[in-house]
């Protein structure tokens, strides 16, 4: 497959999901957004190793997740509908130990796919993210909660990745 079709095909296939039907009215309309797109916003051409995804860190990185959704997801619900509140609020501040922009992009996206938490920002020199806590009972175990998410996500993205700010 061409670099092209590599990009082309999932905006398509994205097209073609936004308007429920495939025809071939929206296969010609969605190739013809999708190379707009493209050319409108060419995709960065690196010049380092790309990030090669490690199916077994993968596979942690994904599980690791799926079980802070549901625990953070009871402690909110519980949080909800107790009477007495809880909530104690801190933001970390998290110095990344591998940096790279995909382990940031990727930390970042979990960070606030999980409720009670969220990313408030991210500094790429040095690599810093700052995390919002809801429910922060131990900062040392937030902070080493964090810590273990790089980890995984340094894990599942491998050793090839680009310092951030680096220009690809």
Do not use: C, K
């Amino acid at each position: 497959m061409t670099r092209i079709a590599v990009r082309v095909v999932p905006l398509v296939a994205l097209w073609l999901l936004a308007w429920g039907e495939i025809s071939l009215a929206n296969v010609i309309s969605g190739t013809a957004v999708a190379l707009v797109l493209l050319v409108a916003f060419p995709p960065r051409v690196g010049n380092g190793p790309a990030v090669r995804l490690r199916p077994v860190g993968l596979v942690r990185l994904v599980g690791y997740v799926l079980v802070q959704l549901v625990v953070s997801n009871l402690l909110v619900a519980r949080e909800i509908v107790s009477r007495g509140s809880r909530v104690r609020t801190g933001v970390i501040a998290h110095q990344l130990a591998q940096p790279s922009d995909a382990v940031l992009t990727v930390m970042a996206n979990v960070i606030a796919l999980s409720p009670g938490t969220m990313t408030v920002d991210v500094t790429s020199d040095p690599a810093v993210l700052y995390v919002h806590f809801l429910l922060i009972d131990d900062v040392d175990d937030a902070r080493r909660a964090v810590a273990r998410l790089e980890r995984l996500v340094v894990d599942a993205l491998g050793g090839s990745l680009h310092p951030p700010g680096a220009h690809r």
